[in-house]
């Protein structure tokens, strides 16, 4: 059987859950193949929770979680759509962070965000599936998040789906909120983005494709966490949570036996807000 393709999604603003998009179309595809394969469930790192203290690490274990509001969104996009969560993974997502050597804790009231929601509805729009999501670590420490992936990938063999959602540009300082404030029109592009934004998507798009073909497998690793050395990486992320998710990712494909050589996918792209890249990456198939 092969191994389940691993996802880097940008989940951009809210509006995404209310808009029809090519990010839309294409995490609707990736769940679509994804129940095809009958995956076992669902691994998540989003994008804005953090658990606080060196080396910690939360899973959410709520076993009824409510969710957060979505600004922009009307209800009905969301609100009867049932959460699933998966204490059973949960626990052994646990038991698998504290064999490594991770101050990982259960956290029994903590309530789903937008950032996975958002994208499990997009995915799963008839059901979700049994889902575990586990918390950054508050210092932001990029090789930490890829030693999280490490950790879990043994879990990508029994047929789970990991997915890291943040955002490949995200800087919310940058953003123009204009047109979505006064005509919620969040794909307004009244003029192009600021160049030093379009380098640094070309340097993550770089970075995902051309190190996944590498027969080290620890190429990705390396590649993504040396961008927050990149000399715009501040001005592509204001604040450093929203690419966490891409080491999370990055040390799954590292601490993978049997994925050597993969390849990496940008499977669809948008820009929100002038400034905003939304690009989705989709490494391996099914």
Request: hydrophobic share 40%.
């Amino acid at each position: 059987m092969p191994l389940p393709p691993v996802h880097f999604f940008s989940h951009g603003s809210t509006m995404m859950l209310g808009e029809e998009s090519r990010s839309a179309t294409y995490w609707k595809k990736c769940g679509d193949a994804a129940l095809a394969a009958n995956i076992k469930g669902v691994i998540m790192m989003g994008a804005h929770w953090d658990a606080r203290g060196a080396n910690r690490i939360d899973v959410a274990m709520h076993p009824s979680p409510a969710k957060s509001p979505v600004a922009y969104v009307h209800p009905s996009k969301y609100v009867d759509y049932k959460l699933n969560p998966d204490l059973k993974t949960g626990k052994r997502c646990v038991e698998f962070l504290n064999r490594s050597g991770f101050d990982a804790r259960p956290n029994e009231t903590f309530d789903w965000i937008h950032d996975t929601y958002l994208i499990l509805i997009r995915m799963f729009p008839s059901g979700c599936p049994p889902t575990t999501i586990i918390s950054m670590n508050g210092r932001f420490d990029p090789h930490l998040h890829a030693r999280v992936g490490a950790a879990l990938a043994p879990l990508r063999k029994e047929n789970y789906l990991f997915i890291g959602t943040g955002g490949a540009v995200h800087n919310l300082y940058r953003n123009h909120w204009w047109q979505m404030l006064r005509y919620s029109d969040n794909f307004a592009q009244p003029v192009p983005p600021e160049s030093s934004l379009l380098e640094f998507r070309q340097s993550i798009e770089d970075v995902f494709v051309r190190n996944t073909r590498s027969k080290d497998r620890s190429a990705l690793r390396r590649a993504v966490t040396r961008l927050m050395k990149h000399p715009l990486f501040r001005d592509a992320h204001g604040t450093d949570d929203h690419f966490m998710a891409a080491c999370f990712v990055a040390g799954i494909i590292d601490g993978t036996e049997g994925g050597e050589g993969e390849e990496c996918e940008l499977g669809a792209e948008d820009w929100e807000l002038v400034n905003m890249c939304n690009s989705q990456f989709t490494i391996g198939k099914w």
